[in-house]
């Protein structure tokens, strides 16, 4: 797969990471992603080609550890080594001189442990641990029998080695003498062991917060051992004996021991102490400490019981008792993971723990069955009162605000699929979509959204060989192929049938295709089921009729224009619009786009960006909720769409056209670009419209177009249209359609990748380019210098309209060239 001519590239980053690394001046976050950066290609170019990578690094960093001038160069590179110790441990059979290095660079690196300079100490030992844990303890005392080359001084540093070593693992000592109170070798009759019995009970068990450390302690091994190439199969074995270790701790934490009658007695006295006067030491019980966290514990029965009374606790006149509370549900939010109501076992589950443990009895098997059933029927019961009750809360009457807001908040961590949920709680979100407390529509917001997805109706998937779909047997190069151009938006049209439209096979993840396909693909077809209005479940029927309700979308879209305090694109709105129109096609549409034409003709200037943003959200959702609607569905909407959107586009200005650019993308991202041909028309349409009103519009429009950045290189033809078309607006007198001309063009030469053995053809060439543009820049600089910008003749002052356009011309050759560096490193 890989060939010689790969250590050109190779050589040129290992280059790059050895002459780059720390030399970036301008900022401190720079150089430190820099850092992380080059590190990183290293420890890949390193699994390609080690023995292009890794001598001369080494040999570079054996250079720097006496260099007191640059002395961060070090650092730098002791960063990168440490990513490539599997390489300097290993020994294969392409490459074995990373062994040599091993001793001369512990020696070498021991300078590197400099108490006056923290992370160059920190990085020295985590390349010493890094290399020791690569490292395997092999009994080697069969060489006596099979080297000939040992003579007497090397039986004697070895005896001494083991002697060291056997006196290290018999002696047992304290680690720290500061955790004891009496000296360990004095005479037991002068030790009283009663006076331990005064010392504070400390638990030795093990905590969440060291297992939290140990998990990321293993993310960081994985990371700088995991062969991404080979994958799981080549983990080394301290890997994989962490990961075990992890295993077992997680075990053990979650399997408690029971507790005897002594215990249960002593925690109830406890518990009657804390709670004997005031009810703040309730709620510092319930925190505990940063080990046990009650109400998050994995318990519906608890929970039952805890949540509601912490929401009816929330308002109290003391501050502290108030700040506890706050606190309280902070830490709720933050630690709580939805809890599996039903458990549900495998036969695998079921042989794996028979292969752990023993073979059960029927009639173990039968108990099993009847405790678990009995669990499950516990678990939701609780699970429906609890959401029963917060419900109630929230209808109460007497509840404060800040009361529905924590119960509202509880009830959106509560929601999950395996369990129906009730009528009165999806009654209640809606009542709440129009609230007049923000934060209560924010959490009304989530759960419709939320209860949405959960209504959704399932797709039906086709998988097929990769054979029945191409008919294409060649070798498979990374880029732009005979056998992927049918996923692109390559002058695409739209079936005249239904059911065609429905066999067409639209991937809509950007790589696929891309650098190979899978043997089998798999993905739905382009058909997806409504709810009827005759036969709709009762959970359903209300979202629908609330909807439906012409006054409420009134009263919705009037709220919804006050809903951000900091006036952004809101994704959730975007994601309940979707969920909306997925799931009952065109039923809302009137009633929204009657709304919508108030919205974006609204003319007082502190609801006008409100405005315009509310409408943004309600759009990006019925684009992308119409997903899978039908060809009939989809000519009828976009009769409506395609006059406001025209409007829209039409009257763009500095406080909207954000709002607009988010809705195309959004609406757009991980779509195939043949199901969205209608906005990507309607977008790709816009730079053909000449702006009557101000150039800031048609500044906008172009901004409008950067959404199909999304879409990368699956709209090949889009982008060398919209290239030949922008490239002759470089010189406009405009600074804003410049600007967004050039981050057009920027984005287009993104795509014109050069890959290892693949091409990128259909885009717009860069070097093409680069030449038609140098020729021009040279004939503007020419220009630039031989006439004056401004004639100043008598009394009158004149612009040269040349010399304009040559500076003009000048200002946006630098864009692109900035621009271009940073999208080429974004793409694919």
């Known amino acids: 797969m890989f060939n010689d001519s790969l250590k050109p590239l190779l050589q040129l980053f290992a280059r790059l990471a050895w002459y780059n690394i720390g030399y970036i001046d301008w900022e401190s976050w720079l150089a430190q992603d820099y850092t992380k950066e080059a590190a990183e290609a290293c420890q890949y170019l390193a699994m390609l080609r080690p023995e292009s990578i890794v001598s001369p690094i080494v040999d570079k960093l054996l250079l720097s550890i006496d260099n007191l001038i640059e002395a961060h160069r070090f650092t730098s590179l002791m960063h990168c080594l440490k990513r490539m110790t599997r390489q300097l441990v290993r020994q294969t059979s392409s490459y074995f001189q990373g062994q040599t290095y091993i001793l001369p660079l512990l020696m070498s690196v021991l300078p590197g442990i400099d108490l006056n300079d923290f992370e160059k100490t920190s990085m020295t030992l985590d390349f010493f641990d890094a290399i020791f844990m690569l490292i395997s303890c092999v009994d080697c005392s069969s060489a006596v029998h099979t080297r000939n080359d040992l003579n007497e001084d090397s039986y004697e540093a070895i005896a001494k080695a083991i002697q060291n070593l056997l006196r290290s693992l018999l002696n047992i000592y304290p680690m720290n003498y500061r955790l004891t109170r009496e000296q360990l070798d004095e005479p037991f009759i002068d030790f ?59 075990f053990e934490l979650n399997n408690f021991r029971i507790l005897t009658e002594i215990d249960k007695q002593i925690e109830l006295k406890l518990f009657d102490l804390s709670i004997n006067r005031y009810s703040e030491g309730c709620l ?34 003391k501050i502290s008792i108030e700040r506890l509370i706050q606190d309280l549900k902070k830490q709720i939010e933050k630690q709580f993971v939805t809890i599996a109501l039903i458990d549900n076992t495998n036969q695998t589950s079921e042989h794996a723990a028979i292969a752990l443990w023993r073979p059960l009895e029927p009639n173990e098997i039968e108990i099993g069955i009847k405790i678990r059933e009995k669990r499950h029927q516990t678990n939701i019961q609780s699970y429906n009162h609890l959401i029963d009750t917060l419900c109630s809360l929230l209808n109460d009457e007497t509840s404060t605000w800040g009361q529905k807001k924590m119960a509202m908040s509880f009830l959106c961590l509560l929601l999950q699929k395996h369990v129906s949920i009730p009528s009165s709680c999806i009654e209640t979100c809606l009542n709440f979509l129009i609230h007049d407390n923000i934060e209560l529509r924010k959490h009304a917001v989530k759960a419709i959204a939320a209860f949405c997805r959960l209504q959704k109706l399932p797709r039906i998937y086709v998988e097929k060989s990769l054979d029945e779909i191409l008919k294409f047997n060649d070798q498979l190069q990374p880029g732009d192929r005979d056998d992927n151009l049918w996923i692109t938006y390559n002058n695409y049209k739209l079936p005249e049938l239904q059911t065609e439209w429905e066999e067409t096979c639209f991937l809509d993840k950007r790589h696929h295709g891309y650098y190979q396909w899978r043997k089998l693909i798999k993905y739905p077809i382009n058909k997806r089921e409504r709810y009827n209005p005759d036969r709709m ?76 943003r509310a409408a943004s959200e309600i759009i990006a959702g019925i684009i992308r909720g119409s997903k899978y609607w039908t060809l009939e569905m989809l000519d009828e909407l976009w009769q409506k769409l395609t006059p406001f959107l025209t409007e829209v586009s039409n009257n763009l200005n500095q406080e909207s056209y954000l709002h607009w650019g988010s809705c195309f993308r959004y609406c757009l991202n991980d779509t195939d670009p043949r199901r969205m041909c209608r906005p990507i028309n309607f977008i790709y349409k816009l730079i053909d419209q000449h702006s009557t009103a101000y150039t800031f519009n048609e500044a906008s429009r172009w901004y409008l177009v950067q959404s199909l950045r999304v879409l990368q290189w699956r709209i090949p033809s889009i982008w060398c249209s919209i290239h030949e078309y922008a490239k002759e ?100």
């Not at 966290?293 to 994995?298: D, E, G, I, Q, V």
């Not at 909807?547 to 009263?555: E, P, S």
């Not at 600074?735 to 014109?752: H, P, Q």
Request: hydrophobic content about 40%.
């Open 192 to 250: 009283l062991p009663i006076r331990i019995c005064v010392l504070s009970c400390e638990y030795n068990g093990v905590f969440s917060t060291d297992v939290s450390q140990m998990r990321n302690d293993v993310q960081l091994i994985r990371t700088l051992f995991r062969n991404e190439i080979i994958g799981e199969r080549d983990n080394p074995c301290a890997l994989i004996i962490n990961q075990i270790e992890l295993q077992i701790e997680e």
């Open 284 to 317: 510092y019980i319930l925190f505990g400490n940063n080990h046990c966290f009650l109400p998050t514990k994995h318990s519906w029965t608890m929970m039952n019981k805890l949540w509601p009374l912490i929401v009816r606790r929330s308002y109290s006149k």
């Open 537 to 612: 479940p009762k959970h359903v029927s209300i979202i629908f009729d609330r909807f439906l309700d012409k006054n409420f979308i009134v009263k919705l879209t009037k709220v919804i224009i006050f809903d951000e305090r900091e006036i952004e694109f809101n994704k959730l709105r975007f994601l309940m619009y979707k969920g909306l129109f997925r799931n009952f096609g065109l039923a809302f549409v009137d009633n929204f786009i009657e709304q919508l034409y108030l919205l974006i003709r609204e003319k007082i200037q502190e609801k006008y960006e409100g405005s315009h």
């Open 729 to 828: 607006l470089l010189d406009h007198s405009s600074k804003w359609i410049r600007e967004r001309i050039a981050v057009i063009l920027a984005m287009s030469f993104g795509l014109d990748l050069k890959l290892f053995d693949g091409k990128s053809a259909r885009h717009p060439n860069t070097d093409q380019f680069s030449e038609r543009i140098r020729e021009r820049l040279r004939q503007a600089i020419d220009i630039y210098e031989s006439k004056p910008l401004v004639n100043i003749s008598g009394s009158s002052v004149e612009l040269d309209v040349e010399a304009r356009q040559a500076l003009n011309l000048i200002e946006t050759g630098k864009i692109i060239l900035f621009k271009n560096q940073l999208f080429s490193l974004d793409i694919i």
